[in-house]
């Protein structure tokens, strides 16, 4: 059990400190120019567990398992990042943007399971949908 409680702790917690950074960063700081220091950290921290993980040797060889979905990956995250950057920038408060961007994300995909991954989607979730988007509009009334 604890093998499926402690990844959605670390993904909860992780997303806390996120979305208060996001929040909390200067306005007057170029959000490029911050995000590439976060990425340089980054960086030099997953190195670090990635070389202690593998090992020194076998490096190169984990490395040549890479494909396409690392560099897509690296041009969502600075889209991901960006846009809360400006989310925030724009006025969003920390208790509504990220319902509103996770309900909304929700929403996508099971969409995109259904028709990417054949994901059998319920007469119970499409339910969840009309639910979450009612909620959108009422979150955004208020």
């Given at each position: 059990?604890?093998?499926?409680?402690?990844?959605?702790?670390?993904?909860?917690?992780?997303?806390?400190?996120?979305?208060?950074?996001?929040?909390?960063?200067?306005?007057?700081?170029?959000?490029?120019g911050a995000l590439m220091v976060t990425y340089i950290?980054?960086?030099?921290?997953?190195?670090?567990?990635?070389?202690?993980?593998?090992?020194?040797?076998?490096?190169?060889?984990?490395?040549?398992?890479v494909n396409w979905t690392s560099i897509v990956l690296?041009?969502?995250?600075?889209?991901?990042?960006?846009?809360?950057?400006?989310?925030?920038?724009?006025?969003?408060?920390?208790?509504?943007?990220?319902?509103?961007?996770?309900?909304?994300?929700?929403?996508?995909?099971?969409?995109?399971?259904?028709?990417?991954?054949?994901?059998?989607?319920?007469?119970?979730?499409?339910?969840?949908?009309?639910?979450?988007?009612?909620?959108?509009?009422?979150?955004?009334?208020g």
């Amino acid at each position: 059990m604890w093998n499926l409680i402690w990844p959605i702790l670390v993904v909860i917690l992780s997303n806390t400190f996120y979305n208060i950074c996001m929040k909390s960063m200067p306005s007057d700081v170029n959000p490029f120019g911050a995000l590439m220091v976060t990425y340089i950290v980054s960086a030099i921290i997953t190195a670090a567990i990635f070389v202690f993980m593998v090992k020194p040797s076998n490096v190169i060889f984990e490395l040549s398992k890479v494909n396409w979905t690392s560099i897509v990956l690296a041009l969502v995250l600075v889209g991901l990042e960006v846009g809360y950057v400006f989310v925030y920038r724009a006025g969003w408060s920390v208790s509504t943007a990220s319902v509103v961007a996770n309900i909304g994300l929700a929403c996508v995909l099971l969409i995109v399971g259904y028709f990417l991954y054949r994901e059998n989607v319920s007469l119970t979730q499409i339910f969840g949908i009309i639910v979450c988007m009612i909620g959108l509009i009422l979150i955004n009334l208020g």
